[in-house]
């Protein structure tokens, strides 16, 4: 047979210069293929010959564990997991955790007495946001779904700019073109929130791309949620990232549900996490509510993605504890009971509550002089944002282009000829002149 084949490829190739000795060394390198002797060597694969007809089965396996460090009661399970924070740092992440908390209950009443038209709280994923916001670089890139204000209140927004921004008044850095709880920073480097599903996700790949580029010692991260993951754009990004070998953090916050729709219904494998080495992309599942496990994760995501220029998916499993947004009534898809049954048994404010207590860094005083000096700093932020004036509404037309084109300019000068003729039908004095 092999000297068949070798006289079949000598008449083929006469008129080739391949010496004799190499066609006897490919044919050798084909017949061990064919006796099983060496690895398959298909592009794009990492496996070996067998001779078994076997179907992978999904639910054979146990599943990626999930990480941790503290218990529900706030104690260390492994000393060798402390990441060891100073007090100043923990209590600094109680209180933003806490006073997101506040923030988000009088916002949510806010909307429902009708002073703003929307709002998303984050009652139970506040160990995601500020575990994940701690462990960050300031100058790190951050791209939001929607549910990640305790990043930027880690960062510094003040309570000012949140309530200017869900007002939507003149001193919105958006200029009240945007959804409230849509918020971006420019000198926070959070990059305003699209209320599109899912876009973030391969603009994250690419601005992550740019910093391998720039070799800037900085990564990005990108938050969503396990329901963003059955968008189109989240295998776009994920396989981007992996193949230019982005330093790119993609954050899941499997939070249990899509809007109405349950985990369960949303996917059939492991999670989210269950994806990522098929991806090729490192892989972690952790404890959404265990700030500590989050900041440790995190930090250590990090060191991958700045250190080795690659992606790191990790999926933070919680339990969205408030609806979905004002537009929402979960009691109509998942019970009270359910509810209450995640809130008394794993908050992520009440473990890290419980921590601060073990060290001596908090107690019932410290926590009622907190509690009031917080309530009453969000609602007068709120109280101050809703007596602004809202933008001059020729902010409207502008900001798109450089220089304006004929076609606004047309549209803005119908607009002002309208609003002067029927100026009685419209509020001209809460607005900007």
């Known amino acids: 047979m092999i000297v068949r084949r070798l006289l079949r490829s000598c008449l083929t190739s006469q008129f080739s210069e391949v010496p004799f000795a190499t066609l006897i060394k490919a044919s050798s390198i084909?017949?061990?293929d064919n006796l099983g002797e060496d690895r398959p060597q298909f592009p794009g694969s990492r496996s070996q010959w067998t001779e078994k007809l076997e179907f992978i089965q999904p639910d054979?396996?146990?599943g990626i564990p999930v990480y941790r460090v503290m218990n529900t009661k706030g104690q260390i399970i492994d000393q060798t997991q402390d990441p060891q924070l100073s007090e100043e740092t923990v209590v600094k992440m109680y209180k933003v955790m806490t006073q997101l908390n506040s923030m988000d209950r009088i916002m949510y009443e806010s909307q429902r007495q009708g002073r703003i038209s929307f709002y998303m709280t984050n009652f139970g994923e506040e160990g995601t946001q500020i575990g994940s916001a701690a462990a960050l670089s300031s100058e790190d890139l951050i791209f939001g779904q929607y549910r990640e204000a305790?990043?930027?209140l880690w960062r510094g927004f003040s309570l000012d700019q949140f309530m200017n921004q869900c007002y939507g008044n003149c001193e919105d850095l958006g200029k009240g073109r945007q959804m409230p709880v849509c918020y971006g920073s420019k000198g926070l480097s959070f990059v305003t929130i699209s209320s599109p599903l899912g876009t973030q996700m391969p603009q994250a790949s690419g601005a992550a791309y740019a910093f391998k580029r720039q070799k800037n010692g900085?990564?990005?991260?990108?938050?969503?949620?396990?329901?963003?993951?059955?968008?189109?754009?989240?295998?776009?990004?994920?396989?981007?990232a992996a193949t230019l070998e982005c330093p790119v953090i993609f954050f899941c916050r499997n939070n249990g549900y899509a809007i109405s729709t349950p985990s369960r219904e949303q996917y059939k494998g492991d999670g989210v996490?269950?994806?990522?080495?098929a991806y090729g992309i490192h892989t972690i599942r952790v404890d959404g509510n265990d700030v500590f496990a989050i900041y440790n994760a995190t930090k250590a995501a990090r060191d991958i993605c700045v250190s080795e220029n690659k992606p790191v998916l990790l999926e933070a499993m919680t339990y969205r504890l408030g609806h979905h947004s004002t537009s929402d009534d979960s009691t109509a898809y998942r019970s009270v009971d359910e509810v209450r049954y995640w809130d008394e048994r794993d908050s992520?404010?009440?473990?890290?509550r419980y921590y601060l207590v073990s060290k001596g860094w908090w107690d019932d005083a410290k926590e009622k002089v907190w509690k009031e000096q917080n309530e009453k700093e969000v609602l007068q932020a709120s109280a101050r944002a809703e007596k602004k004036l809202k933008p001059n509404w020729t902010e409207l037309f502008k900001d798109v282009y450089h220089e304006m084109p004929q076609h606004l300019r047309e549209q803005m000068k119908q607009m002002q000829e309208h609003v002067k003729k029927y100026e009685e039908h419209y509020q001209v004095k809460s607005f900007v002149k």
Do not use: K, M, W
Request: aromatic share 10%.
């Open 150 to 152: 305790g990043t930027l």
């Open 30 to 32: 084909s017949t061990h």
């Open 60 to 62: 054979i396996y146990d």
């Open 348 to 352: 992520p404010i009440a473990r890290l």
């Open 273 to 277: 996490a269950g994806r990522g080495p």
């Open 218 to 240: 900085l990564c990005v991260i990108c938050y969503f949620g396990e329901g963003t993951s059955s968008e189109g754009d989240a295998h776009a990004a994920l396989n981007f």
